[in-house]
């Protein structure tokens, strides 16, 4: 029995959403990416622009991918929004719910940068460099924001060299969450020198511990940085809780005596 075009067309409008969507798994296209246009993807896929066209139209429906008028077609996030959403709120609300989130981030970075060590590729190593190259170039007197940004990236690096697709996407999730976290962190640490140096260090550590393919050591710089935001984090919690105790002493203190 011989397949109809019609069926021709849609095993292969579904092989090329499969390939795609592989592209979305592995991180090669992250949400806001935009899609190369139907002529090129058809021509590097060697296909038509219909089936092209169709396999867009089954990963739009799919939630994947949103095509905006004019705009061309982009990478969702609805790989992490389901996740980050609620956690983003849950936080703002009950900020104790952060020492969870630091001990889940210290257990799956730590086997992220074990497995990055363990399975990096060359080219993962020339990514890798270029991330934490920017991260220090930032670290020597850029802007905050652009400080915050490059930290992030390069733990998202180490994620993407673990070779593990759930692991990379939930580091990226996991990066949105406490996103203002980690910029406090970083403004409260940033005027302290030898603490900002400290910092600095434990990236260079786990940095040199993949590039150099020790998974234990890697794996082991990673606990000691998520231990030291730890304890960094409750430093700035406690400081300023004191200073609202005083502030409170002082308005105190100022205010007239009732006769």
Known sequence: MTSTSSERATRLSDAIATRIEQRILEGTLKPGDRLPSERELAASLGVSRPSVREAIHRLVAKGLLHTRERGGTQVTDR????FTDPWVQMLAGHP????DMLEFRA???SQAAYWAADRCTDVDIQLLDAAHATLQAQYDGAPLDECVDADLRFHQAIAETSHNVLVSHLCASLMKVSHGHISD?????HPRPHRWEQLRGQHRDIWLA?????????ARATRAHIDFVRQSMEENALAQERRAVALRRSANATLPEHE
């Not at 104790?96 to 020492?99: K, T």
């Not at 993949?210 to 890697?218: G, L, Q, S, T, V």
């Open 210 to 218: 993949i590039r150099e393919r020790r998974p234990e050591d890697a």
């Open 79 to 82: 790989l992490a929004a389901h």
């Open 107 to 109: 257990l799956l970075e």
């Open 96 to 99: 104790d719910v952060h020492r």
């Open 185 to 189: 962190n970083l403004r409260a640490l």
